[in-house]
């Protein structure tokens, strides 16, 4: 069974620092694209970032790029998402979700963790 | 960025009848292949996200042959042919073709 089990969110001031891990277990990590969604408080969701099988294809939304950084760790069937420079509008359930395991980009996103809270607040 | 719009934002609908939701992208989602790289997800009160269809019409695995995806280049559908309890939440589609991934508002649909 593909189980994502999301960690690292908490409370945090306006411009401080946060990682967050995702543990995959289940199914091959080192075959899949992964990727962070987030989700505001009673908003619509929002695709983060997204990292290739190897690492070596990395994308993020503007708003985090510079801030955020993605990366994964094949051996801990891990992926991470490490937070800079926090603003209160990056508040929100952060998703590690799924990618496929083949072709050049994301396509879907077939199996969610249950999110991790952000908030961002002085 | 290309932008999704989905209507109806609301849609009540009486268990056994069916529904239907749209989405609009602002560029064509079709590429050379063939493939709409169109998804569609629904979020259940309290859940996560969860796939339903992908590829605009491909229906994802351990999903109702009640949901069905169809559509082309930059207007989809989603239909639900015979509404049940369960199918409450809001339901998403988003666009693959090209970052940033993007997603429309939602629509939410609730038992009459």
């Known amino acids: 069974e593909v189980q994502l089990v999301e960690s690292g969110g908490n409370l945090v001031r306006p411009g401080g620092s946060l990682r967050l891990s995702c543990a995959a277990s289940?199914?091959?990590?080192?075959?899949?694209?992964m990727n962070w969604v987030r989700q505001a408080p009673g908003k619509g969701l929002e695709w983060v970032a997204s990292i290739k099988q190897d690492g070596s294809v990395i994308r993020y939304v503007d708003s985090v790029r510079g801030r955020f950084t993605i990366s994964r760790d094949n051996a801990e069937n891990s992926l991470y998402l490490q937070m800079n420079s926090l603003r209160p509008e990056d508040t929100a359930v952060y998703y590690c979700a799924r990618g496929p395991n083949y072709g050049v980009g994301v396509d879907y996103f077939d199996y969610w963790g249950l999110g991790t809270l952000v908030t961002v607040s002085s | 960025d290309i932008v999704m719009t989905q209507s109806p934002l609301s849609l009540p609908v009486t268990p056994g009848e069916p529904a239907s939701i749209s989405c609009r992208s602002s560029q064509t989602l079709l590429t050379g292949n063939g493939a709409n790289y169109l998804d569609w997800y629904v979020q259940r009160p309290g859940l996560s996200p969860q796939l339903l269809i992908y590829y605009a019409s491909t229906r994802a695995s351990g999903v109702p042959d009640r949901f069905s995806g169809s559509g082309s280049g930059t207007d989809f559908t989603l239909k639900i042919s015979s509404v049940e309890a369960e199918d409450v939440g809001v339901y998403y589609c988003m666009q693959s073709l090209q970052t940033p991934y993007t997603f429309g508002q939602g629509t939410k649909l609730e038992i009459k």
């Open positions: 289940g199914f091959t990590f080192r075959s899949n694209w």
